[in-house]
């Protein structure tokens, strides 16, 4: 069993920035974030491996959103940059022993999410 907690979410003005934490309580395979807007699915975001440099990101937030991890805190950020209010949702970190990194299906443990909203 994984526990994940995940913090740094707020609210911020369009074009601000934000980073997100996710402090795990063992290590998986891959680590996922995905968020969910009201009314619509949870999606997926970015992901990272454990190890290597391998990192994977949604179109909608390539190169404006950056996924990295401290190994020796078992903890994975989020960096979001220039945000905007289609990026306003509850960000949920996930943990998976699949390399699939997209498909939540794949993601068997999950951090109880934290709100991100961006005003325009």
């Known amino acids: 069993q994984v526990q994940l907690v995940e913090s740094g979410g707020g609210l911020v003005q369009a074009g601000g920035s934000l980073r997100l934490s996710c402090a795990a309580s063992g290590r998986t395979l891959t680590m996922g974030w995905f968020r969910q807007a009201p009314g619509k699915e949870r999606e997926f975001v970015a992901a990272?491996?454990?190890?290597?440099?391998?990192?994977n990101y949604a179109l909608s937030v390539k190169g404006r959103f950056t996924i990295s991890r401290d190994n020796a805190k078992n903890t994975v950020y989020l960096q979001m940059n220039s945000l905007k209010p289609e990026d306003t949702a509850v960000y949920y970190c996930?943990?998976?022993?699949?390399?699939?990194?997209?498909?939540?299906?794949?993601?068997?443990?999950w951090g109880q999410g934290t709100q991100v909203t961006v005003s325009s």
């Open positions: 996930a943990a998976s022993w699949n390399s699939a990194y997209d498909q939540k299906q794949r993601y068997p443990y």
């Open positions: 990272i491996r454990w190890s290597g440099d391998n990192t």
